[in-house]
C-alpha cells in the first residue's frame, strides 16, 4: 500500500467524529478521496503535503489526467474535511466561556478540556453546542 492510501487509512481510522447527518464525516470523506482518488494521488501528487487545500491544488492542476471519478468526488470530499478542520479549530473560541465555567483547570489540556467540554454540553449554550456539531464530536 502506497503512502498516500495508507495516509487516508489512518485518517479515516483514527479521526473520531459523531457528525450531524447533513454533514460528511472525516472517515467518509477519506474514504472517499481514497476510493476515487487514491491511484491519481500517487500518480500525480507525490510528495505534496496531505493537506485539503494542497491537494485540491495538485488535483486541479492535473485535472487533465485525473480520472472522471476523481474529479466528480474530490471536491466534496476535501470539502467536508476543511469544514471539519475549519470547526475543529475555532471550536475553542465558540465555547471559551463553557471552558472557562465548568472545565478549570483541564481547559488548557486539549484532550481533557474537549473531554469535559463534551461531558457539559447539556449546560453549555446553544452557540456552543452548534460548535461541537460542526466539528463533529456529537
Keep these: 500500500m502506497t503512502r498516500i492510501r495508507l495516509f487516508l487509512c489512518i485518517i479515516a481510522l483514527s479521526v473520531p467524529s459523531l457528525a450531524a447527518a447533513q454533514s460528511m464525516k472525516f472517515e467518509e470523506a477519506a474514504a472517499m478521496l481514497a ?31 485525473v480520472s472522471a471519478k476523481c474529479k466528480a468526488d474530490y471536491p466534496q470530499a476535501l470539502g467536508a474535511i476543511q469544514q471539519r478542520i475549519t470547526a475543529r479549530t475555532s471550536l475553542v473560541k465558540l465555547c471559551n466561556w463553557e471552558l472557562n465555567r465548568f472545565c478549570g483547570e483541564v481547559r488548557h489540556d486539549p484532550v481533557k478540556g474537549l473531554q469535559c467540554l463534551l461531558e457539559s454540553t447539556k449546560k453549555a449554550t446553544p452557540n456552543c453546542n452548534k460548535a461541537i456539531n460542526a466539528a463533529g464530536y456529537q
Design 35 to 65: 476510493a476515487s482518488c487514491g491511484k491519481d494521488i500517487d500518480d500525480n501528487c507525490r510528495g505534496v503535503n496531505l493537506d485539503a487545500t494542497r491537494l485540491r491544488e495538485c488535483l486541479g492542476r492535473n485535472q487533465d489526467v
